[in-house]
């Protein structure tokens, strides 16, 4: 049986997709039974040099009034265009599988909805971890568990330049421009770097952790990496951690936590050894216990990968999703971040007495001269008395 | 939707299946719309104190001649009357889910037959890596990819023994006592310390990787770690690696690979950070590239945790397959052991010229004084050469 989808936005994630359909066809066919026939690809320019030249369009209606259609792969990103077309195809009960990230973020409760209105699919497991099998088996794999905790390392950008700082010993303009230079950073490397793309990946796993209790992507405390220093990576040794951008959720039963901050990770713990371009996602179950999905985070074929397992699972469904997967409104569990009590590692060179002084009656720990750790104190107290002591710089810590 | 299951086998992983129900119906309940209901659990023994004394029969009819039953767990293990009940369950079209590595890698091919024939499925997450989710990941969400590579430390048990050598300087066999004391080994432990466990999960990963085309254990070379020394593990620092057992699986496309053999795994492989009872397994796939699945590979819980996802998996689809799963015989694609040119090093204390002239033509590399390293020697040269030298060991590696 044959199913028919199209590719709008022939870009680096979506000509991947056509490029699996030509590595891999006969292997997807004796794996899954079904023929995936490419028919359009829409797209505002022509790609007279691909083998999927002929298959370019520039008119909506070749993809939208085609009866035949099965799936639409959404590959534009931003919320915009990729929004109208996504509702479009929804409401004609087409399927839609995407990468987009901003958008299901932002959009998810309507899409989703739409969709199962519509009786079809909207799957997106290709929008957090890049290739990385992580949507997928946190609604199924790990169905039995309630999701107690997530820490992840979902920006690969910022991975790149903190290892190129750690290991290269550059400073962090340096390994951006390196960053932008082997294509693992945009010109404009804001989204990135700000931690907005990882506050809008840990807005999709949060809300499925909340099982489906939306969690808004402006829930979510972002601090991103670009006022570090060399001297903060250099710092990882005395700690024995490396520090990290971290995605992290908790929810202990009352209230949740979601926050995307550089983190210092504890060597003990696997997530410290993920390197450069590669993501990966730690997962708490109350059953499993502790799971860690890894993976390439972001590139061409990865991600493309992700796009196809979601486009097989429309197929081998006929786009009729398994179990529920909407997403709801909900007033926000997610506590505000000033209130938020946690462990935090304070730095303040050759002047930790002056930190234990400042931190006294939270018990802090000296590390050498350089450094205090302070357990279970609230982002707002970290925040006001690092305010009050000059170069006092505070980092979360993970074990 | 109600769906009735039944316990075979009120064990370890079979109480645990219990358990999560009791533990998380309500969150099941709201993920995928369907209430599981646990009607009998069938054992040579009563439970008295347990929350489900009632539903306990020693009586095969009352579980086989339940009408309303949709999903049989069989968590009794070996292959005898565990395949037994097996093929009498898929034969009456009730779907099975099951934790048993050794029937499945034994006749996984006739099961799986047996249960498409009877419109039923036989699932084996559980199998394989204890609750970590990778052989639904293999078939679906990597569904695009062809499999390339396999390298896994999938056994707990031995993962332990190691752990402990390294970590608290102890001997093989205090390193297993005290993996007995604490639960992590059995009173025999041949099948887990001689590799025949991980044997057979390599087995199923196989086959899955080799798209249905059976590999048998037995064409599987497994070596076990009864034989390491403490100064085999104190050698890790010597060569920035750590020595662990390893599963390996490669598919070069003209010809296979397939064994399990303590392998020194490079630092900078992620692989070589998995400690304790913990398993990963690495996963090549040739659009995703390299990715790893990594949780506990044991236990009540997480192993139970897996059981449920099948079990989710079969509620959500009726227990109709959703895609061909069918496993075939086929003349074997494994290269036979002693024909596998790998890279390898060898040990011998403080004689590496020694070694350098007895593997003079395979350009060896010295390190320090007291092993080399050859690449591209087939095992059956390897094992001819140290033969000659009194007191030489080799073993695998991977970077």
């Not at 088996?137 to 750690?166: E, F, S, W």
């Not at 840990?202 to 570090?228: Q, R, W």
């Not at 001297?231 to 039963?253: C, R, S, T, W």
Request: aromatic fraction near 8%.
């Amino acid at each position: 049986m044959a199913v028919n989808i199209a590719i709008l936005g022939f870009g680096t994630v979506g000509s991947g997709v056509a490029d699996i359909l030509l590595m891999n066809k006969d292997s997807i066919k004796a794996k899954t039974g079904k023929d995936i026939v490419l028919k359009h690809i829409k797209d505002i320019v022509d790609f007279p040099d691909s083998p999927f030249a002929d298959l370019v369009t520039h008119n909506d209606d070749d993809v939208f009034g085609d009866p035949e259609l099965d799936v639409i792969i959404e590959t534009i990103g931003g919320s915009r265009i990729a929004y109208e077309y996504t509702k479009r195809a929804l409401s004609q009960g087409i399927s839609v599988v995407t990468s987009n990230k901003e958008l299901v973020s932002t959009h998810g409760v309507e899409l989703l909805k739409l969709a199962e209105e519509n009786g079809c699919s909207y799957l997106y497991e290709a929008a957090v971890g890049g290739g990385i099998p992580i949507i997928q088996p946190l609604y199924r794999d790990l169905a039995a568990n309630k999701i107690t905790r997530i820490a992840g390392i979902v920006n690969g950008t910022t991975n790149y330049i903190l290892t190129a700082m750690k290991e290269e010993g550059i400073s962090y303009e340096e390994a951006l421009k390196q960053a932008q230079e082997n294509g693992y950073a945009e010109a404009d490397p804001t989204a990135d770097v700000e931690g907005i793309d990882a506050q809008r990946k840990l807005s999709i796993l949060s809300t499925i952790a909340m099982e489906g209790n939306y969690v808004s992507p402006d829930e979510i405390h972002a601090e991103g990496i670009s006022k570090l220093a060399l001297d903060d990576i250099d710092f990882n040794d005395k700690v024995q951690a490396e520090l990290k951008l971290v995605a992290y959720f908790e929810n202990n039963g009352n209230g949740a936590i979601a926050y995307v901050a550089p983190t210092y990770i504890s060597r003990r713990n696997l997530l410290s050894s993920v390197n450069g371009v590669f993501n990966a996602v730690m997962v708490d179950g109350n059953a499993l216990g502790m799971s860690m999905y890894y993976g390439q985070g972001a590139g061409t074929m990865p991600t493309a990968s992700a796009v196809f397992g979601d486009i097989l699972q429309v197929a081998v469904t006929d786009g009729k999703p398994l179990e529920p997967r909407l997403w709801k409104e909900s007033d926000s569990k997610i506590t505000p971040y000033a209130e938020v009590k946690a462990d935090i590692l304070v730095r303040l060179d050759s002047k930790a007495d002056e930190l234990v002084k400042a931190f006294e009656g939270y018990s802090p720990l000296a590390i050498g001269n350089d450094a205090v750790m302070v357990n279970s104190i609230s982002h707002a107290d970290a925040e006001k008395i690092c305010a009050g002591i000059d170069g006092a710089k505070w980092f979360h810590v993970l074990r």
